[in-house]
């Protein structure tokens, strides 16, 4: 089972940019796909962004569409997501998944342990 490991997360003001990481150990890395959920306190975990095993097809949340980027380097076993345009409303906990389906399905991914993001207004 892949492990995964978040950092960049931090405090920024709206309008500002952040680039979260996500680090997984193994050697099968690229036979994951790969995503970001976040989580707002006294709300569900939400899907944020996702992409597929060669790094070929993404998907987003509405939410986030225009102002998020995922990419991910299977040299290095990391996913990243570019935040641009932060919002207050995008302050959450921010959990990287891995799948080895896809599209990737909340029922069956493997999680970190999170990064806090807070958005300042």
């Known amino acids: 089972q892949v492990q995964l490991v978040e950092s960049g997360g931090g405090l920024v003001q709206a309008g500002g940019s952040l680039r979260l990481s996500c680090a997984a150990s193994g050697r099968t890395f690229s036979s994951y796909a790969m995503g970001w959920f976040r989580q707002a306190p006294g709300k569900e975990r939400e899907f944020v962004a996702a992409i597929n095993w060669s790094g070929r097809s993404t998907y987003y949340a509405d939410s986030v569409k225009g102002r998020f980027t995922i990419s991910r380097d299977n040299a290095k076993n990391t996913v990243y997501l570019q935040m641009n345009n932060l919002k207050p409303e995008d302050t959450a906990v921010y959990y990287c998944?891995?799948?080895?389906?896809?599209?990737?399905?909340?029922?069956?991914?493997?999680w970190g342990q999170g990064t806090q993001v807070t958005v300042s207004s």
């Open positions: 998944a891995a799948d080895r389906s896809w599209p990737l399905s909340i029922n069956r991914v493997s």
